[in-house]
């Protein structure tokens, strides 16, 4: 099956710092652009960072210069370095893979479970 697998999550104090992991598999996601999101209780679920299959990488205004995308194609696992952490960070973090080819069913985006980040001193 295709399953992606976040990590990571947990309390931290204002001003620190988290490593989400996302592992992959059941498809080679090499061939697909990924994305971290977050949904924050009684908010829509928003866009924090993405990055295409050739490391291209993007972010939203307020996680510039606190927030790292990265990608492990080898290990089929996506990273968010999260650092500087605020209280307005406190969210679900959900792993997105865009457009995952999946046989008898074509082409869908595919989502993880999330993993809470609580920043709270």
């Known amino acids: 099956q295709v399953q992606l697998v976040e990590s990571g999550g947990g309390l931290v104090q204002p001003g620190g710092s988290l490593r989400l992991s996302c592992a992959a598999s059941?498809?080679?996601?090499?061939?697909?652009?990924m994305g971290w999101y977050r949904q924050a209780p009684g908010k829509q679920r928003e866009l924090v960072a993405s990055?295409?299959?050739?490391?291209?990488?993007k972010y939203v205004d307020f996680v510039k210069g606190r927030f790292t995308i990265s990608r492990d194609n080898a290990k089929n696992t996506i990273y968010l370095q999260m650092n500087s952490l605020t209280p307005e960070d406190t969210a679900v973090y959900y792993c997105k893979a865009d457009q995952v080819w999946v046989p008898g069913q074509g082409a869908s985006d595919q989502w993880g479970q999330g993993t809470q980040v609580t920043v709270s001193s």
């Open positions: 990055i295409t299959t050739t490391g291209r990488t």
């Open positions: 059941g498809a080679i996601f090499s061939l697909s652009s």
